[in-house]
């Protein structure tokens, strides 16, 4: 006869870990006065001071004034066993700089890239100006057309949509396109792939720039991008990277990152 036992606490690697760590620590959070923002529920920010905390499974970045900052992170310390680590450097996997005379926070991913062009061994090859050859139509796999192994252009994709959704939006175009023919890629897809990894091999030091002096120019210059057409968009998103990665927010004066 089997016999089942009633678990009274949650343990890593068990299916319902996540659903109880989550639940302790929003009890925490909302007895501080954190509300759950609507636009990420893992950003919890306060309507009464300037202070949020982003928090990834057992990962918090905080950020706001440094009494806030000091007065949750102490409130944290006396509910949970926690370490400092102080002034952010690398968060789940990005690594974050503090220009504090240009008030800016600059967000990059150069271990990252260097560590996937070593994987797919492309780490010594020759660089290109355009992610995507935007003369060449794609189409689906037809009957005949020589495939390649999709297994391994799924990670490639993968690989190229972790950095695009952390430091690089200049890859969200060909990211996307490519990862629609992730199925059954045949030689053409393979070799486009393979030319964004050359874009990325030549564009591996860009730097996404946060906060800042800068007016709102930045932005006007995205959204005339939106205006033209996807042939142009592709020429001016390398050729005016520098610009446009610079994003009209204000870095927050204070942002410490903590381990739970």
């Not at 690594?95 to 271990?111: F, L, P, T």
Request: proline share 2%; glycine share 6%.
């Amino acid at each position: 006869m089997a016999r089942y036992g009633n678990l009274n606490k949650a343990l890593y690697g068990l299916k319902q870990a996540p659903r109880a760590w989550y639940l302790m620590l929003k009890e925490a959070l909302q007895k501080f006065g954190l509300e759950s923002s609507s636009a990420d529920g893992c950003l919890w920010v306060s309507k009464t001071a300037k202070l949020a905390i982003l928090v990834i499974v057992d990962d918090m970045a905080v950020a706001g004034d440094a009494g806030a900052v000091e007065a949750v992170i102490s409130y944290l310390e006396n509910t949970f066993k926690m370490k400092r680590l102080g002034d952010i450097g690398t968060f789940v996997g990005l690594n974050c700089e503090r220009d504090r005379a240009q008030r800016q926070m600059i967000v990059h991913q150069h271990r990252y890239t260097t560590a996937i062009l070593k994987r797919f061994n492309l780490d010594n090859c020759r660089p290109v100006t355009q992610p995507i050859d935007v003369s060449v139509k794609f189409h689906k796999a037809m009957e005949g057309e020589e495939r390649v192994d999709p297994a391994k252009y799924q990670s490639m994709i993968g690989s190229v949509m972790f950095l695009m959704l952390g430091s690089r939006p200049d890859l969200a175009y060909g990211c996307g396109l490519l990862a629609r023919y992730s199925k059954e890629p045949t030689v053409a897809h393979a070799k486009a792939l393979e030319r964004m990894f050359r874009y990325i091999q030549g564009t591996k030091d860009f730097k996404l720039h946060l906060g800042g002096n800068e007016d709102l120019s930045v932005l006007r210059t995205q959204h005339s991008l939106m205006m033209k057409t996807r042939q142009e968009v592709q020429q001016d998103i390398s050729t005016t990277w520098h610009r446009s990665s610079s994003v009209a927010v204000k870095a927050a004066s204070n942002c410490l990152h903590v381990y739970v």
